[in-house]
């Protein structure tokens, strides 16, 4: 449920008034289809927090496997990642949470931990025409992190058998997928999500990917609407845990 500048989801409350981005449907189903850690003191890391919504599903998810983890965000939108720190702070799970108000790129080479989980909902607008608000621009605009950027510095920061989860439309997946070769990564998963059953094409394309090339990869599809526009069994399935309305 959305309103008056929050999003209530079961377990936690997202404040949303000072966010270059608000809660959307990609985030939520990133954070939902990703999947967690299976270890104790498990390091998950969220890039371009925003909101923060994410990170809270994934300290949600871990709480119910283990007490001892950590979900670390990175925001650079000085707005942005207070509200975020905010919504950490208001969550049962504050004590597993923290938020680096800097970019991704400066965050890297000062970073002493290795990430078992590395996810992102990033930018992915290349060509289009720019909002004017810089708080916007950044949040929707690869031009301050770039994917080369992303796979790099996850590369660096990625825990032996860590993974990589992005949701981005279906032309740009390729792109990303293309870089992420270039750079020693593997299609661990691969889903493809579509607006309403019947659709020819998928509206995004949601990843996982490792270093570890051994392992073996699987596909699926995920659709939101069924044909009569209410929402499939599998979606609501997917995001049950989360959203008031399931």
């Given at each position: 449920?959305?309103g008056?500048?929050?999003?209530?989801?079961?377990?936690?409350?997202v404040?949303?008034?000072?966010?270059?981005?608000?809660?959307?449907?990609?985030?939520?189903?990133l954070?939902?289809?990703c999947?967690?850690?299976?270890?104790?003191?498990?390091?998950?890391?969220?890039?371009?927090?925003g909101?923060?919504v994410?990170?809270l599903?994934?300290?949600?998810?871990?709480?119910?496997?283990?007490?001892?983890?950590?979900?670390?965000?990175?925001?650079?939108?000085?707005?942005?990642?207070?509200?975020?720190?905010?919504?950490?702070?208001?969550?049962?799970?504050?004590?597993?949470?923290?938020?680096?108000?800097?970019?991704?790129?400066q965050?890297?080479?000062?970073?002493?931990?290795?990430?078992d989980?590395?996810?992102?909902n990033p930018?992915?607008?290349v060509?289009?025409?720019?909002?004017?608000?810089?708080?916007?621009?950044?949040?929707?605009?690869?031009?301050n992190?770039?994917?080369?950027?992303?796979?790099?510095?996850?590369?660096?920061?990625?825990?032996p058998?860590?993974?990589?989860?992005?949701?981005?439309?279906?032309?740009?997946?390729?792109?990303?997928?293309s870089?992420?070769?270039?750079?020693?990564?593997?299609?661990?998963?691969?889903?493809?999500?579509?607006?309403?059953?019947?659709?020819?094409?998928?509206?995004?394309?949601?990843?996982?990917?490792s270093?570890?090339?051994?392992?073996?990869?699987?596909?699926?599809?995920?659709c939101?609407?069924?044909?009569?526009?209410?929402f499939?069994?599998?979606?609501?399935?997917?995001t049950?845990?989360?959203?008031?309305?399931?």
């Amino acid at each position: 449920m959305a309103g008056n500048g929050y999003f209530q989801f079961k377990q936690f409350t997202v404040l949303q008034e000072d966010v270059s981005m608000r809660v959307n449907t990609d985030g939520v189903l990133l954070g939902a289809w990703c999947r967690m850690p299976i270890k104790d003191s498990a390091k998950i890391l969220d890039i371009g927090t925003g909101t923060g919504v994410i990170a809270l599903m994934a300290a949600q998810r871990m709480f119910g496997q283990s007490s001892c983890f950590e979900v670390a965000a990175v925001e650079p939108d000085c707005s942005t990642s207070i509200q975020a720190l905010q919504n950490f702070k208001a969550s049962p799970w504050k004590k597993s949470l923290m938020v680096f108000m800097t970019d991704f790129q400066q965050f890297v080479p000062l970073c002493q931990d290795r990430y078992d989980l590395i996810v992102s909902n990033p930018p992915y607008f290349v060509d289009s025409l720019k909002n004017p608000s810089l708080s916007k621009r950044l949040a929707r605009h690869t031009d301050n992190l770039p994917y080369e950027d992303i796979i790099t510095g996850s590369k660096m920061i990625l825990a032996p058998g860590g993974r990589l989860s992005v949701i981005l439309p279906s032309e740009e997946s390729k792109r990303f997928v293309s870089v992420a070769e270039e750079n020693g990564f593997a299609t661990l998963r691969f889903c493809r999500v579509f607006a309403k059953e019947g659709d020819s094409l998928p509206k995004r394309i949601m990843l996982e990917m490792s270093l570890d090339k051994k392992a073996e990869a699987s596909s699926e599809d995920l659709c939101i609407m069924d044909s009569n526009l209410g929402f499939t069994s599998a979606y609501k399935a997917i995001t049950k845990d989360f959203y008031l309305k399931f």
